[in-house]
Protein backbone atom coordinates (compact mmCIF):
# COMPACT_ATOMS: atom_id res chain seq x y z
CA UNK A 1 0.00 0.00 0.00
CA UNK A 2 1.47 3.39 -1.02
CA UNK A 3 1.98 6.22 1.59
CA UNK A 4 -0.56 8.74 0.56
CA UNK A 5 -3.12 5.74 0.25
CA UNK A 6 -2.31 4.93 3.89
CA UNK A 7 -2.85 8.97 4.52
CA UNK A 8 -6.45 8.47 2.90
CA UNK A 9 -7.25 6.10 5.64
CA UNK A 10 -6.07 7.85 8.55
CA UNK A 11 -8.24 10.82 7.21
CA UNK A 12 -11.35 8.85 6.60
CA UNK A 13 -11.13 7.59 9.81
CA UNK A 14 -10.05 9.98 12.08
CA UNK A 15 -12.51 12.77 10.07
CA UNK A 16 -15.57 10.23 10.75
CA UNK A 17 -14.33 9.70 14.49
CA UNK A 18 -13.87 13.25 14.74
CA UNK A 19 -17.42 14.21 13.46
CA UNK A 20 -19.02 11.44 14.98
CA UNK A 21 -17.57 12.70 18.34
CA UNK A 22 -19.00 16.21 17.86
CA UNK A 23 -22.61 14.46 17.37
CA UNK A 24 -22.30 12.47 20.28
CA UNK A 25 -20.99 15.72 22.64
CA UNK A 26 -24.34 17.35 21.19
CA UNK A 27 -26.75 14.84 21.49
CA UNK A 28 -25.48 13.57 25.18
CA UNK A 29 -25.68 17.57 25.88
CA UNK A 30 -29.32 17.57 24.46
CA UNK A 31 -30.33 14.50 27.11
CA UNK A 32 -28.58 16.23 29.67
CA UNK A 33 -31.51 19.25 29.32
CA UNK A 34 -28.89 21.56 27.97
CA UNK A 35 -30.78 22.76 24.52
CA UNK A 36 -28.73 23.32 21.40
CA UNK A 37 -28.79 27.15 21.69
CA UNK A 38 -27.35 27.02 24.79
CA UNK A 39 -24.43 24.83 24.31
CA UNK A 40 -20.93 26.02 24.59
CA UNK A 41 -20.36 24.45 21.36
CA UNK A 42 -17.03 25.86 20.24
CA UNK A 43 -14.48 23.95 22.17
CA UNK A 44 -15.97 20.91 21.48
CA UNK A 45 -15.45 21.49 17.99
CA UNK A 46 -12.04 23.08 18.28
CA UNK A 47 -11.55 19.61 20.38
CA UNK A 48 -13.40 17.64 17.81
CA UNK A 49 -11.38 19.18 14.81
CA UNK A 50 -7.88 18.18 16.56
CA UNK A 51 -8.76 14.48 16.68
CA UNK A 52 -10.01 14.61 13.13
CA UNK A 53 -6.38 17.14 11.90
CA UNK A 54 -3.52 16.23 14.39
CA UNK A 55 -3.34 12.06 13.14
CA UNK A 56 -3.12 13.47 9.16
CA UNK A 57 -0.51 15.89 10.53
CA UNK A 58 1.12 13.00 12.14
CA UNK A 59 0.59 10.68 9.07
CA UNK A 60 1.66 13.27 6.39
CA UNK A 61 5.01 14.24 8.92
CA UNK A 62 5.99 10.62 8.78
CA UNK A 63 5.36 9.25 5.62
CA UNK A 64 7.76 12.67 4.86
CA UNK A 65 10.14 11.47 6.50
CA UNK A 66 10.44 7.86 5.51
CA UNK A 67 10.17 8.83 2.15
CA UNK A 68 12.89 11.89 2.84
CA UNK A 69 15.52 8.72 4.02
CA UNK A 70 14.15 6.32 0.83
CA UNK A 71 14.82 9.37 -1.73
CA UNK A 72 11.36 7.56 -2.87
CA UNK A 73 8.60 10.46 -2.55
CA UNK A 74 5.01 10.59 -4.18
CA UNK A 75 5.44 10.18 -8.08
CA UNK A 76 3.09 10.59 -11.32
CA UNK A 77 0.55 8.36 -10.47
CA UNK A 78 0.42 10.13 -6.74
CA UNK A 79 -0.08 13.07 -7.58
CA UNK A 80 -2.76 12.70 -10.37
CA UNK A 81 -5.03 10.52 -8.01
CA UNK A 82 -4.17 13.64 -5.19
CA UNK A 83 -5.80 15.81 -7.78
CA UNK A 84 -8.61 13.47 -8.13
CA UNK A 85 -9.48 13.76 -4.57
CA UNK A 86 -9.04 17.28 -3.69
CA UNK A 87 -11.51 17.88 -7.02
CA UNK A 88 -14.04 15.92 -5.30
CA UNK A 89 -13.65 17.36 -1.76
CA UNK A 90 -13.76 21.33 -3.92
CA UNK A 91 -16.72 20.11 -5.24
CA UNK A 92 -18.87 19.27 -2.02
CA UNK A 93 -17.14 22.24 0.00
CA UNK A 94 -19.18 23.89 -2.95
CA UNK A 95 -22.21 22.55 -2.15
CA UNK A 96 -22.04 23.38 1.42
CA UNK A 97 -22.00 26.80 0.52
CA UNK A 98 -25.24 26.61 -0.52
CA UNK A 99 -27.46 25.79 2.63
CA UNK A 100 -24.58 27.14 4.75
CA UNK A 101 -25.61 30.89 3.19
CA UNK A 102 -29.57 29.91 2.89
CA UNK A 103 -28.73 29.50 6.99
CA UNK A 104 -27.17 32.78 7.25
CA UNK A 105 -29.95 34.59 5.63
CA UNK A 106 -32.22 33.05 6.97
CA UNK A 107 -31.21 34.00 10.67
CA UNK A 108 -30.58 30.43 11.63
CA UNK A 109 -28.73 30.03 15.02
CA UNK A 110 -24.64 30.14 14.96
CA UNK A 111 -24.88 27.08 16.70
CA UNK A 112 -26.39 25.17 13.01
CA UNK A 113 -23.95 27.01 11.07
CA UNK A 114 -20.97 26.17 12.12
CA UNK A 115 -22.34 22.97 12.40
CA UNK A 116 -22.96 22.90 9.24
CA UNK A 117 -19.01 24.02 8.51
CA UNK A 118 -18.05 21.69 10.21
CA UNK A 119 -19.75 18.86 8.69
CA UNK A 120 -19.30 20.45 5.33
CA UNK A 121 -15.15 20.13 6.26
CA UNK A 122 -15.66 16.73 7.53
CA UNK A 123 -17.51 15.48 5.06
CA UNK A 124 -15.12 17.13 2.33
CA UNK A 125 -11.99 15.04 3.46
CA UNK A 126 -13.85 12.07 4.07
CA UNK A 127 -14.97 12.31 0.34
CA UNK A 128 -12.04 13.70 -1.27
CA UNK A 129 -9.79 10.92 0.56
CA UNK A 130 -12.47 8.33 -0.51
CA UNK A 131 -12.22 9.14 -3.95
CA UNK A 132 -8.29 8.70 -3.83
CA UNK A 133 -8.73 5.24 -2.07
CA UNK A 134 -11.08 4.38 -5.14
CA UNK A 135 -7.95 5.52 -7.51
CA UNK A 136 -5.69 3.69 -5.37
CA UNK A 137 -7.55 0.21 -5.52
CA UNK A 138 -9.91 0.74 -8.94
CA UNK A 139 -7.28 2.63 -10.88
CA UNK A 140 -7.33 6.31 -12.66
CA UNK A 141 -8.86 7.30 -15.37
CA UNK A 142 -7.07 6.59 -18.79
CA UNK A 143 -5.49 9.66 -20.52
CA UNK B 1 -17.41 10.94 -30.53
CA UNK B 2 -14.26 9.57 -28.77
CA UNK B 3 -13.09 6.28 -29.89
CA UNK B 4 -12.14 5.25 -26.50
CA UNK B 5 -10.54 2.13 -26.37
CA UNK B 6 -8.16 0.37 -23.71
CA UNK B 7 -4.11 0.97 -23.09
CA UNK B 8 -2.61 -2.39 -23.23
CA UNK B 9 1.15 -3.53 -22.22
CA UNK B 10 3.58 -6.07 -22.15
CA UNK B 11 5.74 -4.59 -19.60
CA UNK B 12 5.35 -8.20 -17.05
CA UNK B 13 6.84 -10.15 -20.29
CA UNK B 14 9.57 -8.14 -21.28
CA UNK B 15 10.74 -7.45 -17.50
CA UNK B 16 11.32 -11.30 -17.85
CA UNK B 17 13.31 -11.10 -21.08
CA UNK B 18 15.47 -8.44 -19.67
CA UNK B 19 16.98 -10.82 -17.17
CA UNK B 20 14.12 -10.92 -14.89
CA UNK B 21 13.86 -7.00 -13.76
CA UNK B 22 12.01 -6.65 -10.84
CA UNK B 23 8.96 -3.81 -11.05
CA UNK B 24 11.11 -1.86 -8.01
CA UNK B 25 14.08 -1.86 -10.72
CA UNK B 26 11.79 -0.47 -13.52
CA UNK B 27 10.47 1.56 -11.06
CA UNK B 28 13.95 3.52 -10.03
CA UNK B 29 14.87 3.31 -13.62
CA UNK B 30 11.68 6.18 -14.24
CA UNK B 31 11.38 7.54 -11.67
CA UNK B 32 8.14 5.73 -10.09
CA UNK B 33 7.55 3.74 -6.92
CA UNK B 34 6.78 0.00 -7.48
CA UNK B 35 3.16 0.48 -6.98
CA UNK B 36 2.80 2.51 -9.97
CA UNK B 37 4.47 -0.20 -12.24
CA UNK B 38 2.47 -2.67 -10.55
CA UNK B 39 -0.87 -0.55 -11.60
CA UNK B 40 0.27 0.28 -14.85
CA UNK B 41 1.09 -3.81 -15.37
CA UNK B 42 -2.34 -4.45 -14.46
CA UNK B 43 -4.44 -1.56 -16.56
CA UNK B 44 -5.09 0.30 -13.93
CA UNK B 45 -3.07 3.47 -14.29
CA UNK B 46 -2.17 5.19 -17.92
CA UNK B 47 1.37 6.41 -17.10
CA UNK B 48 2.19 10.03 -18.93
CA UNK B 49 3.73 10.04 -22.24
CA UNK B 50 6.87 10.95 -20.79
CA UNK B 51 7.15 7.82 -18.26
CA UNK B 52 5.93 5.49 -20.97
CA UNK B 53 8.69 6.64 -22.68
CA UNK B 54 11.13 6.23 -20.02
CA UNK B 55 9.47 2.52 -19.56
CA UNK B 56 10.10 1.66 -23.22
CA UNK B 57 13.55 3.08 -23.23
CA UNK B 58 14.33 0.73 -19.78
CA UNK B 59 12.74 -1.85 -21.52
CA UNK B 60 14.77 -1.55 -24.55
CA UNK B 61 12.37 -1.95 -27.08
CA UNK B 62 10.39 0.41 -28.71
CA UNK B 63 6.83 2.32 -27.42
CA UNK B 64 4.78 0.19 -29.70
CA UNK B 65 6.10 -2.80 -28.52
CA UNK B 66 5.98 -2.16 -24.66
CA UNK B 67 2.54 -0.40 -24.71
CA UNK B 68 -0.63 -1.36 -27.68
CA UNK B 69 -3.99 0.50 -27.67
CA UNK B 70 -7.13 -1.32 -28.49
CA UNK B 71 -9.72 1.28 -29.89
CA UNK B 72 -13.45 0.63 -28.78
CA UNK B 73 -14.34 0.66 -32.48
CA UNK B 74 -12.17 -0.18 -35.42
CA UNK B 75 -10.32 3.30 -36.98
CA UNK B 76 -12.10 4.65 -39.69
CA UNK B 77 -15.42 3.01 -38.90
CA UNK B 78 -17.27 5.88 -38.86
CA UNK B 79 -14.41 7.66 -37.35
New interface residues.
Given amino acids: ?2 DEERISWVTVVSCGLGMLAFVGLVLMRLIGGTAVAEQNYSMPMIACMAVMMVPILAAKIWTGTRNQDKE ?1 GP ?4 REIARHGDQARYQVLLATCVPLLSMAFSGAEHFWIAAAVFAGLGTSFIVGAGVQIGGYR ?3 P ?2 | MVNRGRLGNSIRGLRATAGGMTQAELGAMVGVTRQTIIAIEQGKYSPSLETAFLIAGALKHPLTEVFTYEYATPLGAGN
Avoid: P, S
Fill in positions: MADDERDRGVAW
